[in-house]
């Protein structure tokens, strides 16, 4: 029988771990992964609401697994959270009895920069990370040497710590087989991920009302709350096209390849 290994994040996305999957895979074939968010509730009310099938089934299985966790002990969790987030005050008790790991691509770890704004620099919550790394948590896990190097210029950190690239899927996010550079034409730029500030884009916006629309060709992709002001630019600038949200990763690489 496999063992399971939980991997909590905040919205889930197995995407994020694919390096991971590939050394599970090849190195720890007996481990089987379980992905599940802790940031459900949310979700989960709006899903009654509206009563959407999908969502309600995902966030009930969040929940199952978070019922799970609290009535067991000593199971192995990798723990995937934006640093400095106020709610693992909270999620510490949850996970106090297993095995974590910690999970990160931040390399900023000085309380310079916090990509979760909300009770970031609160006594309790840095109190609560220091804590959690230095005295918690079984191992790091971070996606570049620099983040590995962050974290343990900052805290005193004793557990040991592995470095697992992002990774892709190359079956699917490969160039075109007979695809030739063009020498003539616009540069096109090409923008996926989320629109928040913390992604860059409202910079990029910037720079694309800077640039000749003869010269540059933007692409752009993804959700979040900024969404109106890359739409508001995308209808103002002839050399903007934004395609919204693109889940499929099939419809995805296809953008890529065709930028």
């Not at 990509?115 to 191992?139: M, N, Y």
């Not at 210029?153 to 490969?174: E, L, M, R, W």
Request: aromatic fraction near 12%; charge should be positive; glycine fraction near 6%.
């Amino acid at each position: 029988m496999n063992q399971q290994l939980v991997v909590l994040h905040e919205y889930g996305e197995p995407a994020h771990f694919r390096g991971l999957e590939h050394l599970i895979a090849t190195k720890y074939p007996q481990w089987e992964i379980r992905y599940g968010e802790f940031s459900f509730l949310a979700g989960l009310k709006k899903a009654l609401q509206t009563r959407r099938v999908a969502p309600l089934k995902r966030h009930l299985h969040n929940l199952r697994l978070m019922q799970a966790l609290s009535r067991s002990r000593n199971m192995t969790v990798i723990l995937g959270m934006a640093p400095f987030d106020f709610r693992l005050v909270f999620l510490r008790k949850l996970l106090r009895n297993h095995r974590v790991f910690y999970f990160t691509s931040w390399p900023y770890w000085d309380y310079t920069r916090y990509p979760k704004r909300l009770f970031a620099g609160h006594p309790r919550v840095i109190s609560a990370w220091k804590t959690f790394l230095e005295k918690e948590i079984a191992g790091l896990i971070t996606v570049t040497h620099r983040a590995l190097t962050g974290l343990r210029k900052a805290y005193q950190i004793q557990a040991p710590g592995q470095v697992v690239y992002h990774a892709f899927d190359s079956t699917i996010f490969h160039p075109h087989p007979h695809r030739q550079e063009e020498d003539t034409g616009p540069l096109k730029c090409l923008f996926v991920g989320r629109l928040v500030r913390e992604k860059g884009i409202l910079k990029l916006l910037e720079l694309i009302h800077r640039l000749p629309e003869d010269r540059f060709a933007f692409t752009l992709v993804g959700r979040g709350p900024l969404r109106e002001a890359v739409a508001k630019s995308a209808a103002s600038k002839r050399n903007v096209t934004y395609l919204g949200s693109i889940p499929e990763p099939d419809q995805l690489a296809e953008v890529y390849r065709n930028s």
